[in-house]
């Protein structure tokens, strides 16, 4: 699979090199300027790809990658302090709502001062 990738990269390379070379040219004749400039950003855009063959998975979507990562490493923390944090006893709602009471009295009187 990765020998098909590599040959088809390299097909792309010599391929977007011969659309570069033919938009050039007509870049060159002014009168031809207005289909020489498509045909050189469509060159560009066949080099992208091609380096992209080129390239492993992880290197091509670093963010996909990243976020794989992301969720198992978040995923095991949380498992990690939810047994830490089994013993801990939660706040129940009451006491919860008369502390958000008592910091909103103090927002307000700074607020106003």
């Known amino acids: 699979m990765r020998v098909l990738r590599a040959l088809a990269g390299a097909l792309m390379w ?29 060159g560009r855009r066949l080099f992208g790809m091609a380096i992209r063959l080129f390239m ?3 290197a091509r979507h670093p963010v996909k990658t990243a976020g794989k990562a992301s969720r198992s490493a978040v995923t095991g923390a949380a ?25 909103r009295k103090r927002v307000r009187k700074v607020a106003h001062a």
Not at 79 to 85: S, Y
């Open 14 to 42: 010599i391929v977007a090199s011969v659309v570069c070379l033919v938009a050039l040219v007509l870049c060159v004749t002014v009168v031809l300027l207005p289909v020489g400039i498509p045909l050189l950003m469509l």
């Open 56 to 58: 492993p998975p992880g």
């Open 79 to 103: 498992e990690a302090l939810g047994d830490r944090l089994s013993d801990v006893p939660r706040p129940d709602g009451k006491a919860v709502r008369k502390r958000l009471k008592k910091t």
